[in-house]
């Protein structure tokens, strides 16, 4: 149940004519009061044989009247509003059951305390199943106003409870930091120009991506026009720009003038400030990354944000979270497969898990934040799959990772959309990898050699080895041993390299994890003569002979 609390100045005029008006869409059905400050107001929804507009206008007055009787000293902010919306899979409440919901509202807001005859006046309007709205004037019947300086909160404590009470759908406590929700007048308007979400959505979605890539403020900017944004900078007498509002083409309002969306309503991390706090910590003169293959460079990077969840301070911990937020802005551009759908999904749910009330610290993360760009600007990044479906692999560990950092801390809506953004993942590397790994084992190299290899796998790694050499990914593990010992690695230290960089105990599909592991190894420059003389006397000391039982004669055959 999700309520949400709306003030304004003036009367309730304006605000009753809506309630009882056709809405915007011709949504209102039969709107009608099903509860009031004193049980027996004037209904316009109920009063047939009288003038709809008449009873609107008795409504209001009465509702207004602790407010008019103060004149001019009375508060400015005077209008109190709260729809209250039940889940599209929850039951339908009677006419009875929503009053006593809007009692408690009102109740918890301290807008008309239980057994309080003074309280300020207020009124609740169905017109559908699943919401109500709650109308009041924020003077109370005495002349004093209300003490409702923590009413968000407590309303939405009040909602929690209700949802128990009323077996509703169970929604997770926040923190005050998710972005603000699309009205129901925004999704009609989506749904009447043919969106496939609202513009404030589509906003915050090229928004997040443009600072996902930029290095410079000139260069967010750019992007976002590029992607279609029209941009409107808010600039000082002093010519210091400020703060920055978007909007999307074709979408006006009712004197066909852009509707503008400051970036700071679009979400609080998305204020000017804090984007320039994150462009100052991705510009490239601190940071240092050697040339080579930008996807290796990303998967090597986003493999440091499980060391940082499980063992650094919770700002880097959070920084990491706000880039890894970023890495899956960006990839679903990486791709032209039907994944991108997949991940366009993640990324938007995991949005929600890149902010807290822990202030990120961002410059731990320049070096993914970096190497992402370099793949945003590489003319190439689409290739074969091989670099993404690598860097998937990594991401779904540090979102699996970022779910159980968000559950110790109880950060209850983070850890959901870390869950949701999970599944929405492992769809999209399901169907990013399998083509992948399918190339990969049609060159899987002779049984002579695939024995040698899982000689040094259980060598190298013996909990794991019966796993591996079972799993469907094992000829793809071969070719990509092939193809690191063609370029002069050592297959046994290669092994036991990518066994040492992070335990395969959490791995779904160990042949799988170590493929990619390989893969990136394999490409890194080949050790010195010094360093491979070294590894000769290690393999000289320790024969690879592989002694092969006879069980594993029948399976690698």
Known sequence: MIPKIITGKGSTRRLIAYLFGKGDANEHVDPHLVASWNDFAPDPGRSPHRDPKQVQKQLYTQLDQPVSMLGRQAPQTTVWHCPVRAAPEDPILSDAQWAEIARRIVAAARIAPTGDNEACRWVAVRHADDHIHIAATLVRQDGRRPKR????????????????????????????????????????KAKRLGQDATSREILRRRVRRAIAAASTETEFFALLEASGVAVRPKTEPSGDVTGYSVSLPGDVNKQGEPIWYAGSTLSGDLSLPQVRKRLTTTAPEPVTIPPGNPWHQATAAAERILHHLTRSEDGVAQGQLAALGGVLDLLPVTTQTAARAELERAAMAFERATRSRITADHSSARALRRSVQMIWNDPSRHGDGAGLAMLIDVALTAVAYAVHWHRTRRHAQQEAAAEQALVHLMAAHAQITEPVLARLAARTPGSQTKRRYAYHLQQA???????????????ALATVLAEAEAAGHNVSALLDQAVGQRTLDDARSPARALTWRIRRLGERHVPGPQAQAVRARHSAQHPTTPPLAPEAKGRHR
């Open 149 to 188: 300086d923590y009413d968000i909160r407590a309303v939405q404590r009040e909602a929690r409870q209700i949802e128990v009470d009323y077996g509703l759908r169970r929604l997770k406590p926040g923190d005050g930091t998710a972005a603000k929700r699309p009205t129901s007048k925004e999704h009609f």
């Open 461 to 475: 790694v013996p909990e794991q080895a019966e796993r591996i050499l079972n799993d469907r990914a094992w000829d």
